[in-house]
């Protein structure tokens, strides 16, 4: 039995996005130029996030954050008509 697998984005309110895939129960999750890291829950994901762009002291104003996995498939089926630009877009404005 192949677990599901879901590609999407972390988002969290003012902060960068950071492209995500769920494996089960798992977080993947990408943070540019330092690799893929794997999370065992939601929770463990999102404070890594955190802790990640708390290294960035012009981020820090915009914690704590709250974080959310958006699919990229859902997000597709909401806006057929529209470009990947306005796409991403909603995305942010959440």
């Not at 794997?38 to 994901?45: H, V």
């Not at 708390?54 to 008509?81: G, Y």
């Amino acid at each position: 039995a192949k677990e599901d697998i879901c590609y999407g984005i972390m988002v969290a309110k003012d902060l960068p996005r950071f492209r995500a895939k769920v494996e089960g129960s798992a977080f993947i999750i990408k943070i540019p130029d330092h690799g893929v890291f794997r999370f065992n829950t939601f929770g463990l994901a999102a404070s890594f996030l955190s802790r990640h762009v708390a290294k960035d002291h012009k981020l820090r104003e915009f914690l704590p954050a709250e974080w959310k996995f958006h699919a990229l498939e859902q997000l597709n089926k909401q806006v057929p008509s529209r470009s990947q630009q306005s796409l991403a877009a909603i995305v942010i404005e959440d």
